[in-house]
Each structure stands twice: as C-alpha cells, then as structure tokens.
C-alpha cells in the first residue's frame, strides 16, 4: 500500500484512521486502550481528602484535597464530584506535577480532559522542550472556566489547572481530570445513551491514598480522644524526641503543623499528661518508615532519656500534617 | 494570567545571627511573623540558600544537640563555624539525675551513714 499511496498518500490515510479512531472512542464504538492518567486523586467522585474538610476557600493559594490547591476559589465536595466556585478573577483549581511527570512530558504531545457534569472538554497541547509556557486555554463550555497547563522557572514547577478568568459565581461540577500522552482524550465516552461515562473504573482509593501519602500524611485521631501518635524518649528537660509511624517514604523532608491538644504521658494515666506547646520537625531527613517529631513541652516537665508516648489530649479533632506537597 | 506561584519565607536569628527558626508560608499560610524577617521567596516548601548553594526542602537548622547549624549575617545565611557550635553544645547544662539515680544516690549516702555495707 506504501508503494500505491505514496509516502505523502500513506502519511495522510494513516491520519484519517488516526482521526476517526479518535472519535469512534468518544462514542465507545470501538474498544480504546485508555491511556494511564498521570494526575493524583483525579477521581472526584470519592477524593483522597485528608485535611478532612467538605470545603476549601481560599485567596492566596493554599491545599484542598490531597494534590490539588485552590487560589482565589471555594472548592465543595458534592456528591458526585468537586463543585468549584470562583471568588476573584483567575479563581483556579490547580494540580502541581510531579518531577517525574514533568520529565515525561517535556517535548510531548499530551491532552488535558475534564468530565463535568455537563459534559466533556479536553485540549491536546505540545509541551515545548524548554522553557516556561501557557498553553492556549479552550473554554469549558461555561461561564469563562477554562483548562490549562503553565510552568514557572522554566518548567521547575508545572501544573494542570482549572480556572475562571472573571470573577463569575458560575459553580461547575468536575467528575474527573486527565492529563495524558498522546493526542487525544482517554478520560470518558458517550453510551449509547449519549451520557458519559468514564473509560476506566474509578481508582482504587487505597492505591490512591499511598500515592497522596508522599506528598502529605496526616495522623487524626478519628475520635479518639487519646488516640496515641507516636513513641519516644525525652531529648532533654523540655522535650521528647517521638517517632512516627508512616506507610511510605514522603517525597522530601516534610514540614510539620497541628492543631489541638497533645501531651506527652509515661504513664498513660490522664493525670499523667504533660501537656505539649510545641510539635517540630525533627529535621535529620526522612526515612522509608519513620518520622521523628520534637514534643516539647514546658521548661523541667520532661524527664531525660525517660520514655513517653505522644497522644492526644481528650481531643478528639488534634491532628498532625506532614507537608511534604509541591 | 497571574499564577500566584512563590511563597514567602522568613527566618528567625539570636542576637548572636544563629538561626533558630525557618518557614514558609506555603505549609504556614497566616502564620504570625512577628520576629521574623523575610529572607526570600520561593517555592511551596522552605529551601536556604547557603553560601551561594540551595538545600534540599525543609533542611535541617538544628544539629543532633539542638544547636543552630547556621546564621544570618549581613542578609546573608552562612554556616556556623565548628567553633561556634561547639561553644554552645558546651553551655548545655547537664542533665538532672533521673529519678532512678536519685534514688541510688540517696540509697547509697544513707548506707555510709548508717555505716552499712551493702
């Protein structure tokens, strides 16, 4: 057939099949191998959520669910996905690659897909070798949302974002994100119903969960009130050195914040409690399993090289974050 | 579009420049700042920049004693001397004796007062 067409002629058949192919997969006509989705947490119909809030909103730019931030936007959970709703101009929901993902699709083609409620919009973009960009940014069908990708510090920092160019309380509902190689979307098609419909089943939120747990783990006490976080030894007469469990190794050393009650006890007896004013980064890297924390506590409390147990004091919401996001 | 990328990070320092305290205010967003100064802008995560050189992502500031590995001298982060690290592990007190050593220590003066051998 090369020999009959021509290269020219082959080049161009081998595009119109390519084009049709492409179609025929948005309607399910034909069985399309889907492309693996190189976002975390892309599923938003049940999100790896770890901060545990229903709903995030912010100005400046600050984490939601696990992976995705919101910048000048409130970001709901719903039902069958993440209601978005723009507070300012250039509201975004936006999604921080990884360094992998970001040397994989240097000088590729890939296709950026949102499902909404309302539908599917997708854009197929060429990343340049170097340097920053923005890609052309196709509209979502409503109200001046758009998808993109953009970098900073030439392509150090790259990310996928959803974002309204207006200050519009228009709200969307997203189902679901892609960012995928290759020049066409994989995310869903139309049954024969005209609905869409994911071409893969959601994720499996524990594979899920271990993937977001490198960028940020959080130890909640899910009502327990003295729930325990970790073990250790005091450090000196004002501080324990605690170590704390974790299910996989974080992708850099993490920061650490709290919020609630936490004591230090060597007794476990609730009069026992020496109640903690600071937890800190022990900061001497991160390993495959373990953490260690600073508990301090006030000045002569602790007693050196004694054991203590770190738990929550009688409050059932105390939490630790560890940051390691993007 | 504006992208709303870097973050702010602040440092604390003694009296003496030794760096006591880090952050950025990607992980501590609303975080007071009162005593600290904002030394640079950057990415979510705190990187130093030490004579001339970045750190990984949240680097360590303390050494295994608690002692500030660095300081903050003519807006400038540079390494401690060895020297200077040193002089502040050597103003660490002692620790108390644990109650255990204490009880040893009372044991064994009662033992030489009651002249008992033990």
Redesign the interface.
Known sequence: MKEYLGKEGFRQLVKLVRDALAKKADKAELAVQSNPNLLDNWYFGNPVNQRGQTEYASTATAYSIDRWTVTRAKASIGDSGIVLTSTSTNGSFSHPLSDGVRAAIKGQTVTLSVLLDIGLFSQTYQIPKSGNFDAPNPEIGVSKWYIDMFSVDNQDHVYFRIINTLAEDAPITVIAAKLELGDHQTLAHQDADGNWVLNDPPPDYGMELLKCQRYQFVIETSNNAYAIAGVGAGNNTERAVITIQIPVKMRANPSVSYSGKWALTAGFRVNDDIPVTRIEAVSVGNSNNVLDIFAYAEKDSITYCDFYALRASNDPTARIIFDANL | ?????YNKHYLKAREDGAIVDA??D????GRSTEGYIQFGQG????RLVVDGVQT???????E?H?IPIYKYVDGEIKRRTAEEVQADIDR?PP??P??MEQLRADVDFISIMANIEL
């Open positions: 579009m504006d992208y709303d990328y952050w950025s990607g992980p501590f967003a990415g979510y995560q705190l990984e992502e949240n680097p360590p500031i303390f295994e608690g660490i620790p108390p644990s109650p």
